[in-house]
């Protein structure tokens, strides 16, 4: 799976989550069939937690971080810029 696929599932999860939250805070248990949706929401939000997880993790794996504000950014590995630099000096 590329790296954009992996931003695309991982936006896709958060999305999901923060809709399952408001779902899950605002649920209004009236009878076993609400506690019933309930329950499933409660798991359907572990699910997605996960794949926001893991697909977070793969990313990271690629040196792709994601920032505070929810943006992905390539992180770029100095001491290979560095030995790059200093190899090209010894020409």
């Known amino acids: ?6 931003i695309k599932v991982n936006k896709l999860a958060c999305d999901n989550i923060a809709s399952l939250e408001n779902a899950i805070r605002s649920a209004q248990i009236q009878n ?8 499933n929401l409660c798991v359907a939000l572990r ?10 993790a793969l990313l990271i794996n690629e040196n ?14 100095e001491t290979v810029e560095e030995h790059e630099q200093s190899g090209s000096n010894n020409n």
């Open 32 to 39: 076993d069939k609400d506690k019933a949706n309930f329950g």
């Open 64 to 77: 792709v971080l994601k920032s505070d504000d929810g943006n992905f950014y390539q992180k770029v590995d």
């Open 47 to 56: 699910g997605f937690r996960m794949v926001a997880d893991a697909t977070e």
């Open 1 to 6: 799976m590329g790296i954009k696929n992996l």
